[in-house]
């Protein structure tokens, strides 16, 4: 619940009255963007912020995993525990922390909300409820809502962070993505829905982390930009779908002293040396300049969008017949600007066929297997 002291009591006792009110508070705080809340946390709210970082945690999806002990995690847990740490550290920054869980019942008949959120300002938790999450639509409309009652953007000139944690986005169909709504769709183009609604009519993003397998691709990147400034993403197979986030503790220290580009640069190094030295597969992290890469997004959209419309059945082969690979392996990508606006980090596997690559474009397509 929200209380004014901005700490979350769990166990204290309260008269009826009081918890209606406090219940009655809740529903005009979800159900609305109102400026209810800033007025009634004027002196927190109005602290300045440098940064905002709005972090999506998917955790519907079977994420767990085994330590070389053989101690089990939940990766979307750990990355959670991890958000709320940076969200403590970050003493002039806002924070928000949305974490889609699996669907759960009580007694095997009443459904439990599946989603929770943090809002932190300044170091402070201020906000942790539960929520329902769409149950007809992958859209981020309770996420949306949360983000416009509370972001400060309208009051302080803020550098934007958003980051998404989760398996690889399909580019189009999208069913089974929500193991608890298996006939529930979730593709590129619904995240981008979602970014254009929480930049609303201001700038982009100034930096997009994608933590899932195969985001680097001409249609992901293409269809993100117009909401982004940089994306950091990983164009081929991504060790648990997690990247590593520290960088992002102490912000005032990380990066004020530097542009977003060298953080990123930096951020996506820093990620791509530890995953080299935990797993024995491939290893790539890239960073996006969109801008910069739009000519070469551009000169490959139609052919992309062709190689699409094959995974859709669309085309003669058949979808079982293809699979990822370097777009520089393939002919019809062979474009002089292939490398405008892309930092790649890349280390081949210790085994298997493709071992002795080298290079990696920072592109992912799709080609025919043969």
Known sequence: MLYSNTRFVRKVKYSNSFKKSIYTALLIFIASCSSDYTIQHEALLTEKSDYSLVFIIHGDGGYFYH?????????????????????????NAEVFIFHQKPKRNFLLFFPLKDGEFYYYRNGQLIANEKYWRDQEESNFDFEVDIYCSLHAGNQYEMMKMFLYFGHEIPELGGTGYDASYPNREFTV????????????????????ILSTCFGGTPYTIGTLASYARYIIASPENLHLSYFDINLLERLDLNLSDTDIHTFAKKFANKTFERLSNEVQTEVSVAVY??????????????????????????????????????????????????????????????????????????????????
Do not use: M
Request: with cysteine; charged share 30%.
């Open 67 to 91: 330590d070389t002990n053989g101690n089990e995690y939940k990766a979307d847990e750990v990355t959670l525990e991890k958000a709320k740490r940076i969200a403590g550290q970050n003493l």
């Open 189 to 208: 183009h619904n995240l981008a829905n979602g970014l254009k609604d929480f930049t609303g009519d201001s700038t982009r993003f100034d930096l997009v």
């Open 289 to 370: 300049d969109v801008d910069r890469a739009q000519d070469f997004l551009n000169s490959v959209h139609n052919i992309y969008e062709s190689s699409l419309k094959t995974l859709r059945g669309e085309g003669r082969v058949n979808p079982a017949g293809v699979e990822h690979c370097d777009c520089a392996d393939l002919v019809d990508y062979a474009s002089p600007t292939i490398s405008d606006g892309v930092d790649i980090f890349y280390r081949p596997a210790r085994f298997g066929r493709l071992k002795h690559k080298q290079k990696h474009s920072g592109w992912q397509c799709w080609k025919k297997i043969d």
